[in-house]
């Protein structure tokens, strides 16, 4: 496991970042309200203004998502595994969400 060291601990890096740009599901920076792209760590996004990481604005995710209202509006929840670059679909298994490889 990749950690790194920053101020106020540890930091994981992610293993997946969503399909498409934070600004697609509302999410920008939690300081200067800008727009933001996937951090490399987890739990953040990094903003180009304030050039640092920070835990943004949580947008869509702020409340309950309905997966079903995201296919009305375009939104796609798929992930890609940053290891391998693959496409992990979103899907409901046995009533939890979970991505796969397979669609
Ligand atoms: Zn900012």
Redesign the pocket.
């Known amino acids: 496991m990749l950690l790194s060291k920053q101020k106020g601990g540890t930091m994981k890096r992610r293993e997946w970042i969503f399909i498409m740009p934070p600004a697609t599901y509302e999410i920008s920076?939690?300081?200067?309200?800008?727009e933001?792209q996937w951090s490399e760590y987890q739990h953040k996004v990094w903003?180009?203004?304030?050039l640092?990481d920070?835990p943004g604005n949580p947008g869509i995710f702020g409340g309950p998502i309905s997966l079903e209202a995201c296919e009305i509006i375009g939104l796609c929840l798929d992930k890609i595994d940053l290891k391998t670059g693959e496409r992990l679909y979103i899907k409901i298994k046995d009533g939890k969400v979970v991505w796969e490889k397979e669609k």
């Open positions: 920076c939690s300081i200067c309200g800008g933001v903003c180009w203004r304030c640092k920070t």
